[in-house]
């Protein structure tokens, strides 16, 4: 072992060896990787191996495609076998929702490029694998690329392709603490001290303390996890295919052929936790003892499908551990603070996603970003809220629990909530407010009656009308919207506004005023959708989305300059917002400040009530709109102040459903669906924020493309014939059986009485009545591109003109 190393990963199991041979091959060569025992010595030996294309996150699906691909290639490379058998795979449903969710999913798939799929009947099914009982089944999703490797076979794969192009591997070199330097890090192991600019955390099982060594608690949690094998099922023999990987979405369990019996594995409903701070460090290759009792539901529904199994034995039963993060995706990425240090953990299904994992973070520490928007596997998407141990603990076991069960769109689960509340929270619920959860804050979606129960679905739901009712009173009076869920950066010091120009593409809004502030990446991609502040005082504030708190202070930190403070405030100062005709008439009779002549994009402090806040005159729903921000402990009175101030013009509190509508009726884009750092400013319209003539991060990429042809796909708002459904995101576009597009999000705008959708079409569809197609909850509509803004074109409602 050498004394230094460009990197480090610490961990030889799939996803430590994935990272290390995907820097390899990305040219970074003087990689080394440590792993405490032998390669596979985690989670990675005993996995069941399967491989599958089904994901309910488009891009984590994306990313699983791109490991299904690679796995051939490594077993070339390497010439070490990873016993892959591609038999395909069947995913099947037994319920009418089940089923309408699988044929909407097959639909995404299209979307994604994921084209070798299929929709089967429960008799193709069966066909396909015989010794699956058809009984309640309605349907099916074949997938060509489905299949299952030899685990041990495959780590090895990973690490020999490595070595051959340069990294090194050293078994029996335990890591046992980290130091920051001034350049990188120390790695202090069992076999001496190494030196290295980056070091990566693939530590599997004993991420957690891995993390520790740095000062970091990550949101990770290992649970434990059963699969039995049979012994040769008779029907096997006789059949001259192999079974396929099968997943049985109602019975909780996956199934996959092994040699001349079956491996059935099962998400157990009563799931175990263990070791939540991570694995003892002499847990070797050890697996539990099972516990048939905590399974027994799910065993016998898996017997019930595949009957074959009543007929013979257990050859082996495996209860093993393995990682989840809250929401079930991988923690991958830098982290904010610890210049260096990488995660590459709490990856649930490395054999399917390790590759992913690996070649995006590889782009990430060599290029300085991945190729993919992989916000969905980003460490940064959780912050401090998510370190607690019981949150930890509910999120993952309901994860885990869910692993198989479909969520709503609409549906909200449980589990670690409620965590961070506004302080008008009980006054609101008292009101009505049905809540959502997101970066553990709760908002409200919109306000019901008393014993009012929302109907999961993938349609309509029965809060339609409740929601159109709270978008009316907006467009035709006032609606008041706790915004506690935006984020709030507060920057200052001498060099603010300096910073500020550098890594806004805009120009900067003058004192008094706000401004829409695209942020680019030095690649030209869009680093955020952000509205700066500009008070007049010497400090500025950056709001966006809540959920990107973490990953904008991470952006923020790294683009640093001296004589900047930049503090996120979001935690201390909350607000709601009022939009409506009626917005400034109620504004006017809460303060004694001219109010009125505050124009649109302005901004300044004014006496609210008894409170001195700061208001902003802008509205996301496109009305005549003011932001006021207070502090937390001020949140009820502001709110009881403007709910009796506009008791008298028509004041109604509404929710972020509402909102939804409203923004999609102005074709205004929202983060993670218009707007996310897969595309670029003209692809998504943001450039006709940028100011050209400045300087600033991301300018010479986004010339470049503006001197170019333009982008290949463009952003419209298309109205879509639909029924009783509308559209939500990733359904594909279709112009004469040609895909064209997909649909980046949708709705239904309720004052507008249209069904609504945006979406990124080829540039020859993107032109005003181009007549398309859309699927639908698996159904093709009708779509027509129509100009953007449905709802008031011209803008005079917000401008108040
Ligand atoms: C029963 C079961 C069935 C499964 N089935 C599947 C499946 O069908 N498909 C699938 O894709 N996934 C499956 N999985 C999940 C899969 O096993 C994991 O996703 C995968 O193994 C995670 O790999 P990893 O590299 O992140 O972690 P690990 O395999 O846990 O590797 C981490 C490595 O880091 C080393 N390490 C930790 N700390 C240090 C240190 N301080 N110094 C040096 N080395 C250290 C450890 O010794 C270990 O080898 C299954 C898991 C179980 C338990």
């Known amino acids: 072992m050498k004394s230094h190393y460009r990197v480090v990963v610490i961990g030889g199991g799939v996803v430590g060896a994935s990272v290390l041979y995907h820097l390899a091959k990305f040219g970074w060569d003087d990689v080394c990787l440590l792993e405490r025992s032998i390669l596979t010595a985690g989670s990675s030996w005993h996995a069941a191996g399967g491989i599958h294309a089904l994901n309910a996150d488009p891009n984590i699906a994306a990313l699983q495609a791109y490991t299904i691909d690679l796995l051939p290639e490594i077993e070339k490379e390497s010439g070490q076998s990873i016993g892959l058998h591609m038999t395909g795979g069947l995913t099947m449903a037994g319920t009418p929702d089940r089923w309408e969710w699988l044929?909407?999913?097959?639909?995404?798939f299209q979307s994604i490029g994921i084209e070798d799929c299929r929709l089967v009947t429960p008799e193709e099914a069966h066909e396909l694998c015989p010794i699956m009982?058809?009984?309640?089944?309605?349907?099916?999703?074949?997938a060509d690329r489905e299949g299952y490797v030899d685990t041990t076979g495959t780590v090895q794969a990973y690490a020999i392709a490595a070595k051959k192009r340069g990294a090194s591997v050293f078994e029996h070199t335990k890591v046992e603490a980290l130091e920051q330097t001034k350049d990188g890090w120390r790695v202090i192991t069992d076999k001496g001290v190494v030196t290295c600019e980056h070091v990566v955390n693939a530590g599997g099982l004993w991420a957690k303390q891995l993390g520790r060594m740095a000062g970091i608690e990550l949101p990770v949690a290992p649970l434990k996890h059963h699969y039995l094998i049979s012994d040769t099922i008779p029907q096997l023999e006789e059949l001259d295919f192999e079974v396929p990987m099968t997943v049985d979405l109602e019975g909780f369990t996956y199934l996959r052929q092994d040699q001349k019996g079956v491996l059935l594995g099962i998400y157990e409903i009563d799931h175990e936790?263990?070791?939540?701070?991570?694995?003892?460090?002499?847990?070797?290759?050890?697996?539990?003892?099972?516990?048939?009792?905590?399974?027994?539901?799910?065993?016998?529904?898996?017997?019930?499908?595949?009957?074959?199994?009543?007929?013979?034995?257990?050859?082996?039963?495996?209860?093993?551990?393995?990682?989840?993060?809250?929401?079930?995706?991988?923690?991958?990425?830098?982290?904010?603070?610890?210049?260096?240090?990488?995660?590459?953990?709490?990856?649930?299904?490395?054999?399917?996603?390790?590759?992913?994992?690996?070649?995006?973070?590889?782009?990430?520490?060599?290029?300085?970003?991945?190729?993919?928007?992989?916000?969905?596997?980003?460490?940064?998407?959780?912050?401090?809220?998510?370190?607690?141990?019981?949150?930890?603990?509910?999120?993952?076991?309901?994860?885990?629990?869910?692993?198989?069960?479909?969520?709503?769109?609409?549906e909200q689960l449980p589990a670690g909530?409620?965590?961070?509340?506004?302080?008008?929270?009980?006054?609101?619920?008292?009101?009505?407010?049905?809540?959502?959860?997101?970066?553990?804050?709760?908002?409200?979606?919109?306000?019901?009656?008393?014993?009012?129960?929302?109907?999961?679905?993938?349609k309509r739901s029965n809060a339609f009308d409740?929601?159109?009712?709270?978008?009316?009173?907006?467009?035709?009076?006032a609606g008041l919207l706790d915004i506690s869920g935006f984020s709030r950066f507060e920057v200052s010091g001498p060099g603010a506004e300096a910073w500020l120009d550098r890594i806004m593409a805009s120009k900067l809004p003058k004192p008094g005023r706000a401004k829409l502030a695209p942020m680019l990446s030095p690649t030209g991609k869009l680093k955020g959708d952000l509205t700066v502040f500009n008070w007049g005082d010497g400090t500025w504030w950056i709001m966006g989305s809540y959920y990107l708190r973490e990953w904008h202070m991470r952006w923020f930190d790294d683009h640093m300059d001296d004589g900047v403070t930049v503090t996120d405030i979001a935690?201390?100062?909350?607000?709601f917002s009022v939009s409506g005709p009626n917005a400034c008439k109620i504004m006017e009779a809460v303060t004694q400040d001219d109010i009125a002549t505050l124009p649109f994009m302005g901004c300044g402090t004014f006496d609210i009530g008894m409170l001195r806040c700061k208001v902003g005159r802008l509205s996301v729903a496109g009305e005549l709109g003011y932001e006021i921000h207070c502090s937390a402990a001020e949140h009820i009175t502001l709110r009881e102040t403007l709910l009796a101030a506009g008791a008298a013009h028509g004041i109604k509190e509404i929710g972020?459903?509402?909102?939804?509508?409203?923004?999609?009726?102005?074709?205004?884009g929202i983060w993670s669906a218009e707007f996310t750092q897969g595309y670029t400013a003209a692809q998504t319209g943001m450039d006709r924020w940028i100011d050209w003539s400045k300087d600033f991060v991301g300018k010479a990429a986004a010339e470049a493309e503006r001197a170019g042809s333009g982008p290949a796909q463009v952003l419209v708002t298309l109205e879509v014939d639909a029924k009783d459904a509308d559209a939500s995101g990733y359904e594909p576009i279709w112009r004469d059986g040609e895909k064209v597009g997909f649909v980046t999000s949708g709705g239904y705008g309720h004052t507008t009485g249209k069904s609504l959708a945006m979406g990124m079409v080829n540039q020859n569809c993107a032109a005003e009545g181009t007549e398309l197609t859309m699927h639908v909850v698996g159904v093709e509509r009708g779509a027509t591109v129509i100009a953007a803004s449905p709802y008031d074109p011209a803008g005079n409602a917000m401008r108040g003109t």
Not at 103 to 108: E, G, I, K, L, V
Not at 466 to 477: F, S
Not at 571 to 575: L, Q
Not at 656 to 668: C, D, Q, T, V
Request: one cysteine or more; glycine letters at 12%.
């Open 133 to 142: 009982s058809p009984d309640g089944l309605l349907g099916g999703m074949w």
């Open 103 to 108: 044929q909407s999913a097959y639909r995404t």
């Open 417 to 458: 909530r409620p965590l961070k509340k506004a302080s008008a929270y009980d006054a609101m619920s008292a009101a009505g407010a049905r809540w959502g959860a997101s970066y553990g804050l709760e908002m409200p979606l919109y306000f019901a009656p008393e014993g009012f129960e929302e109907t999961p679905t993938l």
């Open 273 to 410: 936790h263990w070791a939540l701070d991570g694995a003892p460090w002499d847990y070797g290759m050890e697996l539990f003892q099972e516990q048939t009792d905590r399974i027994e539901n799910e065993l016998i529904l898996g017997f019930e499908r595949y009957p074959a199994l009543q007929e013979v034995g257990v050859k082996t039963w495996v209860n093993g551990a393995f990682t989840f993060s809250p929401d079930g995706n991988p923690l991958v990425g830098p982290v904010r603070g610890k210049p260096g240090y990488w995660c590459a953990c709490a990856v649930m299904a490395g054999f399917l996603q390790g590759g992913g994992v690996g070649k995006s973070l590889a782009e990430w520490m060599i290029h300085g970003e991945p190729e993919a928007d992989v916000f969905g596997m980003d460490v940064a998407r959780y912050g401090k809220f998510a370190e607690n141990r019981q949150f930890i603990r509910e999120t993952t076991g309901q994860f885990y629990t869910r692993r198989f069960v479909m969520t709503y769109p609409n």
């Open 656 to 668: 972020f459903n509402a909102l939804l509508s409203l923004r999609l009726e102005k074709s205004f």
């Open 571 to 575: 935690d201390a100062t909350v607000g």
């Open 466 to 477: 409740l929601v159109a009712a709270e978008c009316k009173a907006t467009r035709e009076a």
